[in-house]
């Protein structure tokens, strides 16, 4: 086991451990890509403000989003032990304010961004609108992890379908999410979420260059307590 690895799953471990009272059960989804899978554990933890959603990966990456009371995007922690990345961003007005290290080098950026939301959580931000059942464009902000960049994303309500889940058809309302402008129609992912309570399922899509093997990331496990 690689050091950085073993150190970000002890790291993970001990804040899965000491859960706050006020987090809600953990959610466990495998990112499959290709052969090569990844199983992330996420739960939600209430706060005064919001709440804040953890991420831990098994690849080592964690993330921490604090979102306000609408699920928006307060701040954001990425940390990537095997990529020597570690910052914490936050929005300022119409600018992301990043610092921290990206690949073992140094990181201070101000990414400018519109008046639009930031929603770096997408899986728990969108469920709101997803379970609104509107066709109407949604525009919002993320921010790439991995080459610390903002992208203007919308998303885009479909029809509802059945889906398989782990094993079992469920109902799900789909979402559709591309970038806007011109590179609108070369691009897009697919994302649904129980109608019953916005959470989510599924999500379908490729991150990278043409050629890169799709993307399915699938719930596997809700946790003992959660229905």
């Known amino acids: 086991m690689k050091k950085g690895f073993a150190s970000a799953l002890a790291i993970g471990l001990l804040g899965i451990l000491a859960m706050p009272a006020a987090a809600q059960a953990m959610l466990t989804y495998r990112d499959r890509t290709g052969h090569v899978d990844i199983i992330i554990h996420i739960w939600k933890e209430e706060l005064p403000s919001g709440a804040m959603v953890h991420s831990l990966m098994s690849d080592g990456d964690i993330h921490r989003v604090e979102n306000d009371g609408s699920n928006e995007t307060i701040s954001y922690r990425f940390a ?106 070369f691009w897009s992912s697919l994302y649904w979420f129980r109608p019953s309570d916005g959470r989510f399922m599924r999500y379908e899509g490729v991150r990278g260059l043409p050629g890169t093997p799709k993307t399915v990331v699938e719930l596997i496990d809700t946790g003992p307590d959660s229905p």
Request: aromatic share 8%; charged share 20%.
């Open 80 to 185: 990537s032990p095997s990529r020597n990345t570690s910052y914490r961003a936050h929005r300022e007005g119409n600018e992301i304010m990043i610092e921290g290290t990206l690949n073992g080098s140094p990181l201070s950026r101000r990414l400018p961004i519109n008046a639009a939301i930031w929603m770096e959580s997408v899986e728990w931000s969108l469920r709101e609108y997803a379970m609104s059942g509107s066709p109407r464009p949604f525009l919002f902000w993320v921010l790439q992890p991995y080459e610390v960049k903002a992208y203007l994303l919308q998303a885009i309500g479909e029809p509802e379908e059945n889906i398989i889940v782990n094993g079992h058809a469920q109902a799900a309302a789909r979402v559709r999410v591309r970038p806007t402008g011109i590179l609108a129609p």
